[in-house]
């Protein structure tokens, strides 16, 4: 199993500033992901997270707005750039488990923006 | 989208009853897995499903899979009010064989007392 460490819990934020989340895992792993949960709806994922190497994003999302740091196998940033209103949002780190078996999710940051 | 699809969006039943979840994806999979999240919190991992069975209970949680159809369903029996939450169905995606999940668009379940 995986233990993980997100923070912060939750911030309000003005519009046109950015914000970094934080994500520490208990062990070694060698991907992490990054979600994002609008309200009322499901989980969608941002970009995959490689230590070494540029995160991988997926449809709809860029760097430039949501810049990846993977520096180590054990933790990764989220920045949500240059925020607005429409980037309200519950946001989520996770790993995978072994072959098989359960993901692991931080507790998630409940992102504000006014 | 690659996004599962759930059904019903919303469910609403008095405690003692049984509430039963949809969830259709839309790859090959080596397993789906069931997750629940209290009021926008993180998720709570319910149950997994690897692609080779076809049903699993866990306390009073049964999971059907049926992979020619590419659906699961999760029944929760016997309901209480703590069960209150919105549950989601994930899945990997086989063809990209990466360990990314996919999430169904979820079902809130209210439990009334």
């Known amino acids: 199993s995986a233990v993980i460490s997100q923070k912060p819990s939750r911030d309000i934020c003005q519009r046109g500033t950015s914000l970094t989340i934080q994500c520490q895992v208990d062990?070694?792993?060698?991907?992490m992901f990054w979600y994002r949960q609008q309200p009322g709806q499901s989980l969608t994922l941002i970009a995959t997270?490689?230590?070494?190497?540029?995160?991988?994003?997926e449809s709809g999302f860029v760097i430039d707005k949501f810049p990846i740091s993977r520096p180590n196998l054990t933790f990764s940033t989220l920045t949500v750039s240059n925020m607005s209103p429409e980037d309200s949002s519950i946001y989520l780190c996770?790993?995978?488990?072994?072959?098989?078996?359960?993901?692991?999710f931080g507790q998630g940051t409940r992102l504000t923006v006014v | 989208s690659q996004q599962g699809e759930e059904d019903p969006q919303a469910l609403s039943i008095q405690e003692g009853e049984n509430a039963t979840m949809n969830c259709s994806y839309k790859?090959?999979?080596?397993?789906l897995q069931w997750y629940r999240q209290n009021s926008g919190r993180g998720l709570v991992h319910l149950i997994l499903?690897?692609?080779?069975?076809r049903e699993k209970h866990s306390g009073r949680l049964r999971v059907t899979l049926d992979t020619s159809k590419k659906s699961s369903s999760l029944l929760i029996t016997a309901s209480r009010a703590a069960d209150t939450a919105s549950y989601f169905c994930?899945?990997?995606?086989?063809?990209?064989?990466?360990?990314?999940?996919?999430f169904g668009t979820g079902t809130r379940l209210q439990v009334f007392p």
């Open positions: 996770s790993v995978p488990g072994q072959v098989n078996t359960e993901a692991f």
């Open positions: 994930a899945t990997d995606e086989v063809p990209y064989n990466t360990d990314k999940l996919i």
């Open positions: 062990s070694q792993v060698t991907m």
């Open positions: 997270a490689n230590q070494g190497s540029e995160a991988t994003y």
């Open positions: 790859t090959s999979i080596n397993n």
């Open positions: 499903i690897r692609s080779n069975e």
